[in-house]
């Protein structure tokens, strides 16, 4: 059993970053796919970005892209997501989650955090 605890939320004005961090523990983090999510009260949950399991790989959500960077640490277990240029509609709690690369696009994932609050003033 995966658990993933996220951290680094907070409140930023527009323009701001943030960078969010996911620490695993209890299997082996250097196995799966990594993806982060976000969801608001008015959304369903979205994908946002992902990394392959040796981190050689990445891909964005179309509106973060060129703003946020995902990045993990095998050796550390943690997974980060740089976030840039912030924007008000960025505001969402989210979310790392572990899995199949395959399905990281499609939010099917076998674990996941708790979550963590990112706020973005105007």
């Known amino acids: 059993q995966v658990q993933l605890v996220e951290s680094g939320g907070g409140l930023v004005q527009a323009g701001g970053s943030l960078r969010l961090s996911c620490a695993t523990s209890?299997?082996?983090?250097?196995?799966?796919?990594m993806g982060w999510y976000r969801q608001t009260p008015a959304k369903a949950r979205e994908f946002v970005a992902s990394i392959n399991a040796s981190g050689g790989s990445t891909f964005y959500a179309e509106s973060v892209k060129g703003r946020f960077t995902i990045s993990r640490d095998n050796a550390k277990n943690t997974l980060d997501l740089q976030m840039n240029s912030l924007k008000p509609e960025d505001t969402a709690v989210y979310y790392c989650a572990a899995g199949n690369y395959r399905l990281v696009t499609t939010g099917h994932m076998d674990y996941w955090g708790k979550g963590t609050l990112v706020t973005v003033s105007s």
């Open positions: 209890g299997g082996t983090f250097s196995s799966y796919a």
